[in-house]
């Protein structure tokens, strides 16, 4: 069973303080007409001691943004640049969204306190700054289902309705507007640094890469990597280890992220930012989430390759304070990592244990095969193999020869997987637009949790932090 950080209390830390004159830009909460609490994630309260607040303190600081926090004297606008679709954009930033406040967990590890659809900031270009709360309901499922499946995922912490009315390409307008508050390790993102290469800030650049490897530590770099005493090549390994570990959990998972954009990878290897996402109806490498991703470069097969070309992007940043092969040599790292991954990660999924890189590859292969031959839905087909069961042929040979871990939950024998398949949410949706009935969204909720604590913590690479511990 996952455990509980050991102490809940709320401690509020600014370590971004230092970095705030070139990192972001001070900015105001929109003042809203109204704010209706819609979601308070009561656990991830609990770990870092907020869930002794009232709904109306909730909404106070959820809300209205208020108070400001002792240490960070105004909400952060974060600076960033990123490839969007590979064509590189110097106008993003935070356009909806601040850093609200940082804290540290019992762990003492840090946590963010970040925002979307907070109003508007110097980003905004012609955006309102708003969110709607279709697109938060959205966000509490994706990082519900991802948490119960071992995805190094940001968290949902709240959703407030605000009363407005949204016109939005994308959804049936006007509609609803909400504010969400993300729990995450961090909001520094790829493009927070190719924003620095570009603007020539090397300074500012060394001094990110000694906050991400103070704030996000892992292991150092293997004994035998050139350069291992370079920050920066030390951040390249972690980033390289994050990023192949994040896109193996994610095609365990049967997700498509949808848009793996540069400014959407954060150097914690939090999973985040989740727009036109889907989980898979059936195993189909090229199954595509974005309807505006016409050319599939983000479809469900090509996601380790989008990372992997992010991480690239990554080393030519960091090659402003580092030689070319210590950071070429990391990225070297990428490909085996995520097999090793995507291996534990498929066993840990079908509650078996690991027999190592060749049996599991092969058993990857074999189930995929499988998958796509049979057009079965991936959620089904790990709950009906749980522990190496059924399985036909050269498949069903394989799983007979590993070890089951032992499930004693009940969840395991009920016989029917949770899912998240477009049709559910659009369901638990409809139940909100059209009668305001959050009983579907909390129902599902309690089950996805339920699952998670089934499924117990996921694999994670060595000495990398996991905020999946509760
Ligand atoms: N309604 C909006 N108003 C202002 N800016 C917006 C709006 N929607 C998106 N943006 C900005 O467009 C860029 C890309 O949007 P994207 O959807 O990737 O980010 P986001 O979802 O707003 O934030 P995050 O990446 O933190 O989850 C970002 O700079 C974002 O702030």
Redesign the pocket.
């Known amino acids: 069973m996952p455990s509980a950080p050991e102490h809940s209390e709320y401690r509020p830390v600014t370590p971004i303080e230092t970095l705030a004159d070139w990192l972001g830009d001070e900015v105001a909460a929109a003042d809203f007409p109204e704010t209706k609490l819609r979601f308070r994630n009561d656990r991830w309260a609990a770990a870092v001691g907020l869930d002794g607040l009232s709904d109306e303190e909730w909404l106070k600081h959820f809300g209205r943004f208020l108070p400001l926090p002792e240490n960070l004297p105004k909400p952060l606008a974060l600076r960033y640049h990123g490839h ?1 679709f590979r064509v590189y954009n110097p106008d ?6 601040f850093l609200f406040a940082q804290m540290r967990d019992g762990e003492e590890r840090l946590l963010d306190l ?1 925002t ?2 907070s109003g ?2 110097p ?9 709607t709360l279709k697109g938060g309901l959205r966000e509490i499922l994706a990082t519900e289902m991802l948490e119960a499946l071992g995805v190094n995922t940001s968290k949902t912490f709240s959703i407030v309705e605000t009363g407005e009315q949204l016109e939005r390409g994308d959804e049936p307008s006007p509609t609803r507007s909400a504010v969400m508050t ?1 729990l995450s390790h961090g ?1 520094i993102r790829i493009g927070t640094f190719q924003r620095l290469m570009v603007l020539e800030e090397m300074d500012h650049m060394a001094a990110l890469v000694d906050y991400c490897l103070t704030q996000f530590p892992g292991p150092p770099p293997p004994e035998d990597a050139p350069g291992r005493d370079e920050p920066a090549v030390q951040l390249m390994h972690l980033v390289v280890e994050r990023l192949a570990d994040l896109a193996a959990s994610w095609m365990v998972a049967g997700f498509v992220h949808g ?1 793996l ?1 540069t ?2 990878m954060n150097i914690s290897g939090e999973s ?4 036109p996402w889907r989980f898979l109806p059936k195993w189909e490498p090229g199954f595509t989430a974005a309807y505006f991703d016409h050319q599939g470069l983000y479809a469900f097969g090509r996601q380790p390759e989008a990372l992997h070309w992010n991480c690239g992007q990554f080393a030519i940043a960091l090659r402003t304070l580092a030689d070319a092969p210590p950071l070429i040599a990391a990225m070297e790292r990428f490909g085996p990592l995520y097999m090793a991954a995507v291996g534990r990660r498929w066993c840990w999924r079908l509650g078996i244990e690991s027999k190592g890189l060749e049996d599991d590859g092969r058993l990857v292969g074999l189930s995929e095969a499988a998958m796509a031959e049979s057009g079965e839905q991936p959620d089904a087909f790990f709950y009906r193999h749980r522990g190496g069961k059924s399985g036909e042929g050269e498949l069903g040979e394989l799983l007979q020869s590993y070890t089951a871990i032992g499930d004693d939950h009940p969840y395991w024998s009920e016989g029917a997987p949770e899912s998240m398949l477009i049709d559910e949410v659009e369901a638990i949706w409809s139940a909100i637009d059209e009668r305001d009935d959050w009983q579907p969204l909390h129902d599902k909720v309690a089950r996805l949790r339920r699952m998670g604590e089934a499924h117990g913590p996921a694999p994670v690479p060595a000495g990398h932090i996991s905020k999946n511990s509760i």
């Open positions: 969007q993003i930033g935070d356009g909806r969204g970040g979307k659809g508007q900031t980003w905004s270009r012609a955006g309102d700054g708003r969110l993300r909001h848009v954009n400014d959407n985040f930012d989740y727009g």
